[in-house]
């Protein structure tokens, strides 16, 4: 089983960067997909990126592909979003998550996610 925080989240102006970080428990984060979806108000949640278990293999949404970029450092149980060039529709709750199964890439399907973290506001003001 796996525990997920997220932290990161904040105000920034369009432009801005911000990295987002999400701590994983337990031993087996390094076998695990994890993926970032975000959800703004009124909106239903959305895939913004995912990192296959070994981190060789990423997939972004096409409204952030060039601008976000996930990572993941197995050593110390962590995934990362770096956030550059941000606009206010990126302006959402993002939510870690870690697949439901273990050795995979990971999925675009919210519904493949079996852990989420709490979520971490995101706002980017125009």
């Known amino acids: 089983q796996v525990q997920l925080v997220a932290s990161g989240g904040g105000l920034v102006q369009a432009g801005g960067s911000l990295r987002l970080s999400c701590a994983a428990s337990g031993r087996t984060f390094s076998t695990y997909a994890m993926g970032w979806f975000r959800q703004a108000p009124g909106k239903e949640r959305e895939f913004v990126a995912r990192?296959?278990?070994?981190?060789?293999?990423?997939l972004y949404a096409d409204s952030v592909k060039g601008r976000f970029t996930i990572s993941r450092d197995n050593a110390k149980n962590t995934l990362y979003l770096q956030m550059n060039s941000l606009k206010p529709e990126d302006t959402a709750v993002y939510y870690c998550?870690?697949?439901?199964?273990?050795?995979?890439?990971?999925?675009?399907?919210?519904?493949?996610?079996?852990?989420w973290g709490q979520g971490t506001q995101v706002t980017v003001s125009s």
């Open positions: 998550a870690a697949s439901s199964v273990r050795y995979g890439l990971g999925s675009l399907a919210s519904t493949d996610y079996g852990y």
């Open positions: 990192i296959s278990w070994t981190g060789s293999s990423t």
